[in-house]
């Protein structure tokens, strides 16, 4: 057996594994609908195929009656989830949390009835999940399943805590405005086995809404049970041993009150804040030499600032004709939508007016601009559009035209691509339905920048909003590679990390943060989310208070 538990379960024909078998264990035919994903993304793949449905046939409910006649739960705090459901919730097909029926999801699957009493399932109902094979059993029922259940499946049960736990999951960081909040995949068993942490991601805390932070963490979350199936597949190991999880509390009526009054005033003050439109992207730049570290030097940092009805952001110099020329997104407040702008600047200080070098019906920003060939080319990121466009100068700086679309059909935003060793990598943040754009980053290469591209073997290399989204060119220090990203966790663009580059091959990734920019070297300043460099030339943009 590998390290971790996990084998391969079967012989598999010549050049093709074969499938997992899954058991779920559920409490209703009603889930939401970020489960009725991942259940349809299991039933469609080549990895598993979900053979047993366990079903409770008598789930725990947690309804108006059930509080007032002591069910758990606080009467103030019943209140205030329905209330937060009410206003923040969305309410079409991305949300993610709506009830749906499961059952479509799971045709073809035995179904087994099973009660649980203590924790334990009932013995003829076990023994006959017991037979049925089982990799893996996916607990989205049966809290405080314990016992024989744990030994039922070859590779454990597989649990995330938010599907134990959904009335109270998340709650403490919303209330207490902690910026991250933490979602985990864990198995138990088999044989007595320690508990194992399966895939953990950091999310950005939403500081408003419960439902809304929910929304974003359960989107995503939906593609970890795949992640790791597939991994599991090929006989990778499927986790490392931690404690539990503490359980999580209830607050009391009073508590409660106290936190809320406090969630409500953040709530205003940011409101407030957001109706002034007080804040606007500017950018700063130092065209000295530039620090020696990863970072700026506030006292020489040079502003240029739009008018009132834009902003300024993503900034992109490249070195030509004895100067600079800045590529960077300007939005306009009236069309809602950004466009790829430009002016030059001089060694002597000297600049020219902004112009627009590329923009169309839909959203452009982030124009990642390099050399190759002979060729100046452009990535912006045109999300709106679900691909990754590349860019060919026809007459640089000012004309450009597409030449290639390496990728299609994700959402993709941020994306940066640098050749390294004589290949060429691609950094992006992706995003499932319904979640941001902020969390996870996808590592894909090629020989050249039209691609093809590979998608990496451990996809996504980073799961965290602390250090996941791109956030300006990589460069090389004389020792290492290094990748700027953002960290979004306090708010989106709040700072800027640098990562060393310490692994880098199409199967492994692996970076360290050896630096912060943060937003205080102006007091205005209270974002920044962009670091590049061009010769002597450093520069970043940030969110500025007028």
């Not at 744990?150 to 209330?175: F, I, P, Q, T």
């Not at 962009?530 to 010769?535: M, Q």
Request: glycine share 10%; aromatic share 10%; net charge neutral.
């Amino acid at each position: 057996m590998a390290e971790g538990g996990v084998t391969q379960t079967r012989p598999a024909a010549a050049g093709k594994p074969a499938r997992l078998r899954v058991g779920v264990l559920l409490d209703d035919w009603e889930g939401p609908q970020w489960l009725r994903g991942l259940l349809d993304r299991l039933r469609a793949s080549r990895v598993a195929e979900v053979v047993l449905v366990v079903k409770n046939p008598a789930p725990p409910r947690h309804g108006l009656g059930d509080v007032l006649a002591g069910g758990g739960q606080s009467l103030l705090f019943h209140l205030y989830t329905r209330l937060d459901d009410l206003v923040f919730r969305r309410r079409a097909a991305e949300d993610v949390l709506g009830p749906t029926d499961l059952r479509p999801a799971l045709r073809g699957a035995t179904i087994v009835e099973a009660e649980a009493q203590g924790g334990e399932l009932a013995g003829a109902a076990l023994d006959a999940i017991a037979g049925a094979g089982l990799d893996v059993l996916l607990q989205f029922g049966f809290a405080g399943l314990s016992g024989r259940a744990l030994d039922v499946a070859r590779h454990g049960v597989w649990s995330y805590d938010h599907a134990m736990d959904a009335g109270l999951d998340g709650l403490w960081e919303v209330l207490d405005g902690e910026p991250t909040t933490v979602s985990t995949l864990r198995a138990r068993g088999p044989g007595g086995a320690a508990e194992r942490v399966l895939y953990r991601s950091w999310s950005a805390t939403d500081h408003h809404s419960l439902a809304r932070s929910r929304q974003n963490r359960y989107a995503k979350s939906a593609e970890f049970v795949l992640r790791k199936l597939s991994e599991l597949q090929r006989g990778a190991a499927a986790g490392v041993p931690e404690d539990e999880a503490p359980p999580l509390r209830t607050p009391g009526n009073l508590e409660l009150a106290g936190r809320l009054a406090r969630l409500g005033a953040r709530f205003a003050r940011d409101k407030w804040m957001q109706w002034r439109g007080l804040e606007q992207w500017v950018l700063a730049y130092d065209r000295s030499g530039g620090p020696a570290h990863h970072g700026v030097v506030p006292g020489q940092l040079e502003y240029l600032v739009p008018p009132a009805d834009r902003f300024w952001a993503d900034p992109f110099p490249v070195e030509h004709d004895g100067g600079w020329y800045l590529f960077f997104e300007e939005y306009e407040q009236g069309s809602r939508r950004g466009r790829i702008a430009m002016l030059r600047l001089g060694r002597d200080g000297s600049r020219s007016s902004p112009e627009p070098v590329l923009e169309g019906a839909s959203h452009y920003s982030y124009p990642c601009v390099f050399r190759w060939k002979q060729h100046w080319l452009m990535i912006p990121e045109t999300s709106a559009r679900r691909t990754v466009e590349l860019y060919r100068a026809t007459r640089f700086p000012d004309r450009w035209e597409r030449c290639g679309t390496p990728i299609s059909g994700v959402r993709a935003v941020d994306t940066t691509i640098a050749e390294i060793d004589g290949r060429w990598w691609l950094f992006t943040c992706m995003a499932e339905e319904g979640a941001l754009a902020y969390d996870e980053l996808f590592l894909f290469h090629a020989d050249s920048p039209f691609g093809p591209f590979t998608p990496h073997r451990k996809n996504p290399v980073i799961s965290d909003v602390r250090s996941a989204r791109p956030a300006g060119r990589l460069y090389h220090d004389g020792v290492a590679w290094h990748r700027p990203a953002q960290d979004c966790a306090a708010r989106y663009g709040y700072a800027t990390v640098i990562n060393r580059i310490d692994r880098l091959t199409p199967d492994e990734y692996a970076e360290t943060t050896v630096a912060r920019i943060e937003p205080d070297w102006d007091p205005r300043i209270v974002a920044t989310h962009t670091f590049n460099r061009a010769g002597n030339l450093t520069i970043v943009d940030a969110l500025r208070l007028r």
